[in-house]
C-alpha cells in the first residue's frame, strides 16, 4: 500500500518493523517514545517554513521518501531517472536522495570509472551557492593549515541540462553515506558513540571555523547539512556488484488524485533512494568524517548583508527574531552551532522542536538560558502567559532547566543504552562551551576559532579527531 508519509519517516517505519520482533515490551515503550520524540526533531530540523519552495497544491499522490511531485513543473525538477545519460558521460545508477531544490543521483562517470554524486538543481534554485563551494573548496587563502577545508566537498564537475521544466545547473561531488539527521532517523536509540561524537563535533567547528576564515558565514547550520563519507571505495565495485550488495533502483508508479494523465514534462516512475548508511549508534571512530554541505544559505558579509534566517527553528539564532533590522553575522553560525553540537552529543534538540513555533521556541530557550536581554524581553509578548516579569515559568510544568535537559537528553538515553555517562569534569567543559556559544546576544559569543582552544575541543574532541586522522 502506498504509504502518505514524507520522507523522515521511512526509516522510522523499518525501525518499528524491525524493533517488533526484537525487544520486550517495556523496551519497545521507550523506543516508541524516543522515535516519536525524534520523529518531531526531524520533522523541526528539516522544516524550513519561510525557504518555501511556492507549490502548495496536491496534484499527485504523495510517495514515501521522495520528492515533491508538484515540483516537476516548469521552473522546477528536471525529469531524471536511472539508466540516463548525463553530459555525455555519467550514467545514473541510483537515487541518493533530494531536497526542496534538487535531485541527487549517484552515477558512473564514464571518463574516469568512478561513482560521483549529481545534484541536479530545480530551474528555480539559487545558482550563487556552487560560486560559494567553489570558492572554498579552491581557496589557496590560509589553506595549507586548514583541516577544516577536508571538510567541504570539492566540485568535481558542474554543467547545466536544458529540458522543458528550464535550465538546471548540475554540480558533481564525491557519494557520502548520509547525513548526521538520517544516522540518527536511522537508529533506535538516536545516538552517537562518545567517541564519534567528539571526533564529529571537532571536525564540525573545524570546519565552520574555515568557512569564517574565508570570508562566509554558512546561514543554515544543522545536522542534516552534516554529511557522513563513505567508509570503503565504492569504485571498486561494478554497477551489478552495487545493485547486488545495496539492492536494485527502486520505483513507484506516480499517479495524479484526478486520474488525468502525467504531463510530459516529469518521470512516469518515481525513484526511491539507495541506503548506504548505518544507524547512529552503530558508527565506529574512523567511520566519523564529515562533508559539511549546502551552501544555499551562505553569504559574505562584507559584500551582502542578510536578515532573515531559514536555520529550522530549533537552531535559528534568536537575534534572527528579536534584532530584525540587523544584518546575521559569523556570530549567528555560532548560535546554530552551538545548537547542532547539543544534537551530535544528545539524543534530541536542546530546544524542543515537537509543535514548535516562534514563541514556543523563544520559551525554551529561556527555560534553559534565563532571561532575554531586557530590550528583547520587553519586546516579546508572548512572555506574559508564560512567565513572570522577572522570568519564573508560570502556567507550565514541567519545566525544563539546562542540567534537566542535560540529564534527559544525553545522560540518562547514554546510561539506559549501556553507553558511559559522561564524567563530571568533562560535562563541565562541555557546559561551559555551549553556554557561551547560546549567549542570547551575538557579540557575546566566541568566535569558531576560539572554541577550538576551549577545554572541551582541547582536551576531548580533537584529540579524538586526531585518532582518525592518523588512521
Ligand atoms: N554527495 C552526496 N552523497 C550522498 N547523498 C547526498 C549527497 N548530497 C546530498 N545527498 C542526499 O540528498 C539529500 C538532499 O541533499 P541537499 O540537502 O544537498 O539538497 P537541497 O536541494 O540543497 O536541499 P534543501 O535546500 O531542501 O536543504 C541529503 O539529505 C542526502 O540524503
Not at 568535481?156 to 557519494?175: A, M, S, W
Not at 528579536?322 to 553575522?329: Q, R
Request: proline share 8%.
Amino acid at each position: 500500500m502506498r504509504s502518505l508519509i514524507s520522507p523522515p519517516f521511512r526509516p522510522f517505519q523499518t525501525r518499528l518493523l524491525h524493533l517488533r520482533s526484537t525487544s520486550s515490551k517495556s523496551q519497545q515503550t521507550q523506543h516508541y517514545q524516543n522515535q516519536i520524540r525524534g520523529l518531531f526533531c526531524t520533522a523541526a530540523l528539516t522544516s524550513h517554513s519561510p525557504k518555501d519552495d511556492g507549490y502548495s497544491g496536491h496534484l499527485y499522490e504523495p510517495i514515501e521518501g521522495v520528492e515533491k511531485l508538484e515540483r516537476y513543473r516548469v521552473g522546477g525538477y528536471p525529469s531524471v531517472t536511472i539508466g540516463d545519460h548525463i553530459h555525455n558521460r555519467y550514467q545514473v545508477v541510483q537515487k541518493l536522495g533530494h531536497g526542496a531544490y534538487s535531485t541527487i543521483w549517484l552515477a558512473r562517470d564514464q571518463q574516469y570509472g568512478k561513482y560521483v554524486a549529481i545534484k541536479v538543481c530545480t530551474a528555480d534554485s539559487n545558482p550563487l551557492e556552487f560560486n560559494i563551494l567553489s570558492e572554498l573548496s579552491n581557496s589557496q587563502k590560509n589553506s595549507s593549515i586548514s583541516l577544516g577545508k577536508t571538510m567541504i566537498p570539492s566540485i568535481l564537475d558542474r554543467f547545466e541540462i536544458q529540458g522543458p521544466n528550464g535550465t538546471h545547473p548540475c554540480y558533481v561531488t564525491i557519494p557520502a553515506r548520509m547525513s548526521l539527521s538520517e544516522a540518527k532517523d536511522a537508529s533506535y536509540n538516536r545516538l552517537f558513540p562518545l567517541d564519534v561524537a567528539r571526533a564529529l563535533a571537532a571536525q564540525l567547528v573545524l570546519a565552520v571555523e574555515y568557512v569564517h576564515s574565508q570570508g562566509f558565514v554558512h546561514g543554515d547550520l544543522h545536522d542534516g547539512n552534516i554529511l557522513l563519507w563513505l567508509p570503503f571505495d565504492l569504485n571498486q565495485l561494478s554497477v551489478e556488484e552495487l545493485y547486488k550488495n545495496y539492492g536494485e533502483p527502486e520505483f513507484e508508479a506516480i499517479r495524479r488524485f484526478d486520474g488525468q494523465p502525467l504531463p510530459p514534462n516529469m518521470p512516469s516512475q518515481a525513484v526511491l533512494p539507495i541506503w548506504l548508511g548505518e544507524p547512529s549508534d552503530k558508527l565506529k571512530l574512523p567511520e566519523a568524517k564529515i562533508l559539511l554541505k549546502d551552501f544555499g544559505e551562505a553569504f559574505s558579509p562584507t559584500k551582502q548583508q542578510k536578515f532573515e534566517s531559514h536555520t529550522p527553528l530549533v537552531g535559528r539564532p534568536p537575534e534572527a527574531r528579536f534584532e530584525p533590522h540587523k544584518p546575521l553575522s559569523f556570530l549567528s553560525d555560532i548560535w546554530s552551532l552551538g545548537c547542532t553540537l547539543w544534537n551530535i552529543i544528545g539524543q534530541s534538540s536542546l530546544f524542543d522542536g515537537m509543535f514548535a513555533t516562534e514563541d514556543s521556541i523563544t520559551c525554551e530557550q529561556v527555560d534553559a538560558l534565563g532571561i532575554l536581554p531586557p530590550e528583547w524581553w520587553y519586546k516579546w509578548e508572548g512572555r506574559h502567559s508564560r512567565f513572570t516579569e522577572d522570568g519564573k515559568p508560570i502556567n507550565r510544568a514541567p519545566y525544563r532547566s539546562w542540567e534537566f535537559r542535560f540529564e534527559q537528553d544525553i545522560q540518562e538515553p547514554r546510561q539506559r543504552e549501556g553507553m558511559p555517562r559522561i564524567e563530571p569534569a568533562e560535562r563541565d567543559a562541555i557546559f561551559k562551551m555551549l553556554k557561551s556559544m547560546l549567549k542570547f546576544r551575538p557579540e557575546d559569543r566566541p568566535s569558531a576559532k576560539q572554541i577550538l582552544e576551549c577545554e572541551w575541543m582541547v582536551n576531548w574532541a580533537l584529540p579524538e579527531y586526531e585518532k582518525i586522522r592518523r588512521i
